[in-house]
């Protein structure tokens, strides 16, 4: 088992920043592909970002790609998402999620990934 725990949320103005983070426990962290997911409200869940467990690989959501910066250390559990130049429509509920995978591997589809956080409110305001 893995849990996750996600914080940095709040309230920001368009063109603002904030990081998230996702503190990691239980099973070895480093074997897992880690996820950025949002839903907005009356919107389905949606992909954002994801990272493998080597680190050297990311791939981001079209609409976020050059503005939001996925990381993690594995030494501390931690994975982040580093959000800038906001914009309303960033405005959502953003999860964190774990998944097993080989080293270089990383996750696009919500299937692939086995833990999942309680998520944090992201508020941009225009």
């Known amino acids: 088992q893995v849990q996750l725990v996600e914080s940095g949320g709040g309230l920001v103005q368009a063109g603002g920043s904030l990081r998230l983070s996702c503190a990691a426990s239980g099973r070895t962290f480093s074997s897992y592909a880690m996820g950025w997911f949002r839903q907005a409200p009356g919107k389905e869940r949606e992909f954002v970002a994801a990272i493998s467990w080597s680190g050297g690989n990311t791939y981001y959501a079209d609409s976020v790609k050059g503005r939001f910066t996925i990381s993690r250390d594995k030494a501390k559990n931690m994975l982040y998402l580093q959000m800038n130049s906001l914009k309303p429509e960033d405005t959502a509920v953003y999860y964190c999620?774990?998944?097993?995978?080989?080293?270089?591997?990383?996750?696009?589809?919500?299937?692939?990934?086995?833990?999942w956080g309680q998520g944090t409110q992201v508020t941009v305001s225009s």
């Open positions: 999620a774990a998944g097993v995978a080989a080293y270089g591997s990383l996750y696009r589809a919500e299937e692939r990934y086995d833990y």
